[in-house]
């Protein structure tokens, strides 16, 4: 195991930390605002990865992909919410799971319908190809460092959003009691609106900057959603700061995991045990993690006031 | 809190037929199903009726946990996987007895369940969702990463399971009846139970935990107690499926398993326990009729999910108390 | 001296920066009718709800019979003998009315882990149910479901359920809230054949009824305990009467 191979899985579990957070993000808002279970909020990532092919195949150039993908990913939300999201708010979270599960069992066959099943993929845009060189004999790939920053970049937009903006204010107040701000007059359907629609950029932008890295295919967004749901809970449901924090937490503990759990192992046991329960042990790495916080924390590291 | 899909079925009172006269019917039809089946010539019948029991074993105790206790678990398939893989694992070390893979299988999903409750009860709401969710995802991947076991590929089982070294499950027939026992067993375990002091204080916390607490019950205790008997009972389905299917895989455990059962349990109707078997079967069928019809029935059932949700209240057998009542008045009129 | 029944020391509880309980120390003594007044926001009820153990007090201890309960759960407490009922009444809309009592008997006669008999036909959990109905003056409604019951009814109700635990100990947290005169008076008269069989703390605003019922009144303004003292006492403390009766009485 050497110090090179650590700190390419350190920026690695950045970055996967980075796209959670994005994911996260826009959930974590929803639950505290509106207090609406969204399953199919995975099905966001998963459309902005496949506008984004689309867009990149009529116009062969990705920032354009990316501009376009993001404004359908915002229209697609918009639709979801006026459609059906917005009738299950005062619906209890039962109801919400069930017609949630049932957008995603449609959403992932017609994507199905529309592109076929083969996994799609998309080229790095030009300027960001190739690694670079962060130090002696450490090379990482660039795209990849685009994402951490682009995902730090969004972290530090929803921060100053929410702490110093009159919008931002609004999501706080509706996140610790949405009657109350309603009740102050504030058109409180535009707020959820605003919200979701927020929310599901973000979603679809993680879905876009990824897309050149992995491959795209029906279903991709179920995985990630789950984690999301881990970030989240860890981090307290309605909080952007706990999500950030819990998303690279996790990001970190599931990369250096699944890298490094047979090494480890192999310090306490033969290598071809290791090899066998090295990966089980990994895979429920973050679940334990989450376990342990809950059993502490049974409302998450930062959980926003009043829940 | 506006009416639910789920709210509206669990009647406090329903009438004497509905309390026993529909349980009975649904068990006396499944009872001569198989007749009818040979009589008919479709042999298939007896294959998806099993498939319906073993999964209306999970979705009857699902039931129990949501509809008496208020506890929604989004994990359910973890215990029926852990169950199925039971049996998968003891019978590729060689051991292919029910005698002792039937409890194995419900004692592992106990086990599971009480390990994972303690922490899943600490938390409600929307968190327990999301946790009991996650920790099926976290079994999901622990198979998937049992190479030995098949993996992702899962594990096809020798046989199905022998009871006492004899051959009694080989049948299709012979496995039917023996499903058929195992639900109405634990159809009436729940019945019982709902009705009992430990079923009574459960509904209680469901409905006021505040009221309970002052009165003296630590709600969380018999959450926990509930907890673990359904995990058992998604145990107990486990077995059956592996014997039915006589191959596990990672699959059975899957969230979107998790989110079928709670699609059945509400379908029937939340809360009664015989509206679970109901449920069971009306999902199976159309699933299986739509598939028949086209590759991408999910595009159908989908909608058909979300429309339900947002218009059938109380699922079919609110529906049907509806039409009931709909028609008494009719007749008052008419 | 007898030791105070319910004791509390020093309790203080802020939600964020409103002080609601603002150093309170209290003396409830074994059989006394004790009632706690004072004007809307006084922080009446989150004091009841650090007595019986909803809330957690920032600081403060609370003592029942020389025990230190201050850290326990509402559960232990009410099977240690402190029951109460709530301002806006909380039952199990969704049960039949006697059940709703039956339950309070379930948790204190033998284990509730029985997973067969039917729960809603043993007469050892209805006979005490219907009886504590009868006390209360509803047992006519019985069978009725809960949720469908009057405002008037549930309060009796909430009553029925608190006496049925047989506790040493009552918290009343305005029982007379939104019912009519007659009915009013029944309370009263219900409250007064149990005076000196168990100890209780009444939260109300009903000067006429707290004037009629308690030994001793403690007033509380903004958090802060004013006095206490016998209802003549308090009734002359000019102090008390500019504060809060002077609005009350005419």
Redesign the interface.
């Known amino acids: 195991m050497s110090s090179t191979l650590f700190l390419v899985q350190v920026l690695n579990g950045l970055q996967f930390g980075v796209l959670l957070f994005l994911i996260a993000a826009g959930l974590t808002l929803v639950?505290g605002v509106m207090?609406f279970?969204n399953?199919a909020h995975g099905v966001q990532y998963m459309l902005g990865a496949y506008l984004a092919v689309a867009f990149y195949g009529v116009f062969d150039n990705f920032l354009v992909a990316l501009v376009l993908a993001l404004l359908a990913a915002l229209a697609f939300g918009l639709l979801l919410e006026f459609l059906?999201f917005r009738?299950?708010y005062?619906?209890?979270?039962?109801?919400q799971?069930?017609?949630t599960?049932?957008?995603?069992?449609?959403?992932?066959?017609?994507v199905?319908?529309v592109w076929g099943a083969a996994p799609l993929t998309l080229p790095v845009p030009e300027f960001f190809t190739g690694s670079i060189s962060l130090m002696a004999g450490l090379h990482y790939p660039v795209w990849r460092l685009v994402i951490i920053a682009a995902g730090l970049g969004v972290a530090a937009l929803l921060y100053l959003l929410v702490s110093f903006t009159r919008i931002g204010m609004l999501v706080r107040a509706g996140s610790t009691n949405a009657a109350m701000v309603s009740a102050l007059g504030v058109n409180i359907e535009r707020l959820f609106m605003f919200v979701f629609g927020f929310g599901s950029m973000l979603a679809g932008f993680a879905g876009i900057m990824i897309a050149p890295i992995i491959s795209v295919e029906p279903g991709m967004g179920?995985?990630i959603l789950?984690l999301a749901?881990?970030v989240?809970?860890i981090g307290g449901?309605g909080s952007i700061r706990g999500a950030f924090v819990a998303a690279l937490l996790i990001g970190l503990v599931d990369t250096l995991g699944r890298s490094f759990s047979v090494d480890i192992l192999r310090l306490f046991m033969a290598p071809s045990p290791a090899r066998?329960v090295g990966?089980?042990l990994?895979?429920?790495l973050i679940?334990v993690l989450?376990?342990i916080v809950?059993?502490v924390r049974?409302?998450?590291l930062f959980p926003a006031r009043g829940r | 809190?506006?009416s639910?899909?789920?709210?509206e079925a669990a009647d406090p009172e329903p009438p004497r037929t509905r309390r026993i006269i529909l349980p009975a019917a649904i068990f006396l039809i499944l009872a001569l199903l198989p007749i009818a089946a040979a009589l008919t010539h479709q042999r298939y019948l007896v294959d998806l009726a099993t498939r319906v029991m073993v999964y209306a074993v999970a979705a009857v105790a699902l039931d129990l946990l949501?509809g008496c206790g208020g506890l929604?678990s989004?994990g359910h398939a973890a215990f029926i996987g852990i169950g199925a893989y039971a049996v998968g694992i003891l019978s590729a070390h060689g051991i292919g007895d029910a005698l002792v893979a039937l409890p194995t299988a419900i004692i592992a999903a106990m086990l599971f369940a009480w390990l994972?409750g303690?922490?899943c009860l600490?938390?409600k709401?929307?968190?327990f969702?999301?946790?009991t969710?996650?920790?099926g995802?976290?079994i999901f991947?622990?198979a998937?990463?049992?190479?030995?076991y098949g993996g992702d590929n899962g594990l096809t089982i020798a046989a199905r399971n022998t009871i006492a070294g004899v051959a009694l499950l080989k049948s299709d027939r012979a496995f039917y009846y023996f499903t058929l026992i195992c639900l109405l067993a634990t159809y009436l375990f729940c019945r019982a139970l709902v009705a009992s002091r430990f079923g009574r204080v459960l509904r209680g916390g469901k409905e006021n935990t505040t009221r309970m607490a002052t009165i003296g019950f630590t709600i969380r205790r018999f959450q926990l107690v509930a907890y673990i008997i359904t995990g058992g009972l998604g145990g107990l389905s486990g077995f059956l499926l592996a014997n039915s299917a006589e191959f596990v895989s990672p699959a059975y455990m899957s969230?979107?398993q998790s989110?079928e059962l709670?699609?059945m349990v509400?379908l029937g109707g939340?809360g009664t326990l015989h509206g679970a078997i109901i449920g069971t079967a009306v999902y199976l069928v159309v699933e299986e009729w739509l598939s028949g019809i086209t590759e991408?029935w999910?595009?159908i059932?989908?909608?058909?999910?979300?429309l339900?949700?947002?218009f059938a209240r109380g699922g079919l057998l609110g529906v049907g108390a509806k039409l009931r009542r709909h028609l008494a008045e009719g007749d008052g009129n008419g | 001296m007898a030791e105070p029944h319910l004791h509390l020391q020093g309790l203080c509880k802020s939600f964020g920066s409103l002080v609601v309980t603002d150093d309170v120390t209290l003396d409830v003594h074994a059989g006394e009718m004790h009632a706690l007044i004072g004007p809307n926001g006084a922080g009446k009820t989150t004091l009841i709800n650090q007595m019986s153990g909803l809330i957690a007090p920032d600081a403060g201890t609370v003592l029942f019979a020389g025990d230190d309960i201050t850290a326990l759960p509402p559960e232990t407490r009410a099977l240690r003998g402190m029951s109460r009922t709530f301002q806006i009444s909380s039952i199990l809309p969704g049960f039949a009315v006697v059940e709703n009592v039956a339950l309070a008997v379930q948790a204190r006669t033998g284990s509730s882990f029985r997973f067969f008999g039917d729960a809603a036909d043993e007469p050892a959990l209805n006979i005490p149910a219907m009886a504590a109905l009868e006390t209360a003056g509803i047992v006519d409604r019985a069978n009725a479901r809960a949720g469908e019951l009057s405002h008037g009814e549930k309060r009796a109700l909430e009553l029925a359920i608190a006496l049925a635990m047989q506790p040493q100990l009552l918290l009343l947290d305005e029982p007379m809230a939104g019912i009519g005169r007659d009915e009013t008076e029944r309370l009263v008269n219900l409250l007064l054949r149990l005076k000196g069989q168990l100890t209780m703390v009444l939260v109300e605003h009903d000067m006429a009824a707290v004037f009629a019922l308690a030994d001793r009144i403690s007033v509380l303004i903004r958090g802060r305990l004013l006095t206490t003292g016998s209802p003549a006492q308090v009734r002359a403390d000019p102090q008390v009467v500019t504060a809060y009766l002077g609005e009350q009485m005419e």
């Open positions: 639950f207090d279970i399953l059906v009738h299950l005062a619906r209890d979270h039962l109801d799971v069930i017609a599960f049932g957008i995603i069992l449609f959403l992932n066959h017609a199905r319908l179920t995985n789950i749901f881990v989240i809970v449901i066998m990966p089980a990994a895979s429920m679940y989450m376990a809950l059993y049974p409302s998450g | 809190m506006a639910t899909l789920a709210a949501v929604i989004f994972t303690i922490v600490r938390t709401g929307v968190y969702i999301m946790i969710l996650a920790f995802q976290m991947f622990v998937t990463s049992l190479a030995p969230w979107q989110g709670i699609v509400i939340l991408n999910q595009v059932f989908g909608p058909l999910l979300v339900a949700v947002l």
